[in-house]
């Protein structure tokens, strides 16, 4: 009786995992931006097609052309897909990619994240944002945007918009450093390739704006910037745990009344993954597919995403989002640079 009762549960919650016919409409808006988003790539590869899904989706909603019936099929995907993304992104990632940096490189990694997550939260609640908004902004900028928010939006406490406005925040301030440091680099710095890509790796937020900026400068750039960018995704889980155990010492619930699990389901997705990778079984044209696939589920999910954010509703929250978000740009740029510098 106890067998099949979790059974039930387990269908219940496989089920519940599946699109259904209600989510249809917004599927296939989002799969329609997103072949827009690939087209315009393929014609200009520096533009990443994750950005252009996010802003089409913005654009779309607030031009009205997002209905009713769209928005249950985007929020499955800017929730179900977004997961499903972070998981197969764990395929990118292999142990070599923290031993390939180095200790001096890990060290600059480990204190610019971690001084990242701790000062923006810091000053969000010296600017009076809520914690949940001041964690979403915190954890994206420290480890990889949206994907990251996605991550800990499940533990977070954050309402709808909160989330939106933060994936708006770290897709601006994201887009912003693919033109702006390599310009500041060509006009002050002058940084050789391999120290240019190690800062863009340890201070941009999602890994395709991380290949957007350094490939600007060179393949010897984009190489060094993805090795230190990995290094700071593989962080995603032990910091998503310390937010569950931290949150659960609170009393903290999530949705469903419950306390938030110590690691989400994807999350421990993401780490087997990681571990799959590192065996070195999968070959070069599995690991490219699953990176196809990785960067259609994430780039539907930021259309659902975008399409949440709604300016009418932004305003009401007012301009101290945008200033942590510039903010903590600024810091976790500069702080990335001191330590690019220190150990090149």
Not at 60 to 80: C, E, F, W
Not at 246 to 264: K, N
Request: aromatic residues 6%.
């Amino acid at each position: 009786m106890a067998t099949h009762s979790r059974l039930s549960a387990a269908r219940y919650e496989i089920r519940k995992l599946m699109p259904q016919r209600r989510d249809l409409l917004g599927l296939l808006m989002a799969g329609a931006v997103v072949t827009v988003a690939f087209a315009v790539h393929r014609r200009s590869t520096a533009v990443s097609p994750l950005v252009i899904s996010v802003a089409i989706g913005v654009l779309l909603t607030n031009i009205g052309l997002v209905t009713d019936r769209m928005r249950p099929g985007l929020s499955y995907g800017a929730k179900r897909l977004l997961r499903a993304g972070v998981v197969l992104l764990g395929t990118q990632l292999a142990a070599r990619n923290v031993i390939d940096l180095g200790g001096p490189g890990l060290v600059v990694v480990l204190v610019v994240v971690v001084a990242t997550f701790f000062g923006t939260q810091w000053l969000g609640r010296r600017l009076g944002l809520s914690g949940p908004m001041s964690l979403l902004v915190a954890t994206g900028f420290s480890i990889c945007g949206a994907s990251a928010v996605a991550a800990i939006e499940p533990i977070s406490g954050a309402d709808e918009e909160e989330v939106a406005y933060a994936i708006a925040m770290v897709t601006l301030c994201g887009s912003l450093a693919i033109v702006v440091l390599p310009l500041i680099n060509r006009l002050w710095f002058k940084l050789d390739d391999t120290a240019f890509g190690s800062w863009v790796g340890a201070s941009v937020h999602d890994v395709a704006q991380t290949v957007a900026a350094a490939s600007a400068v060179s393949e010897e750039a984009r190489k060094a910037a993805v090795i230190v960018k990995l290094t700071r995704v593989v962080l995603l889980a032990p910091l998503v745990a310390g937010v569950s155990v931290w949150r659960r010492r609170q009393g903290a619930t999530v949705a469903s009344g419950t306390r938030p699990p110590i690691l989400p389901l994807f999350v421990v997705g993401f780490l087997v993954a990681i571990a799959v990778r590192s065996t070195g079984w999968m070959s070069a044209p599995t690991l490219k597919t699953f990176r196809s696939i990785e960067q259609i589920l994430l780039a539907m999910a930021l259309v659902g995403l975008g399409a949440g954010v709604q300016w009418s509703k932004l305003r009401r929250v007012g301009g101290r989002p945008l200033i942590l978000a510039l903010a903590s740009w600024m810091f976790i740029a500069t702080l990335a640079l001191g330590g690019v510098l220190l150990t090149h």
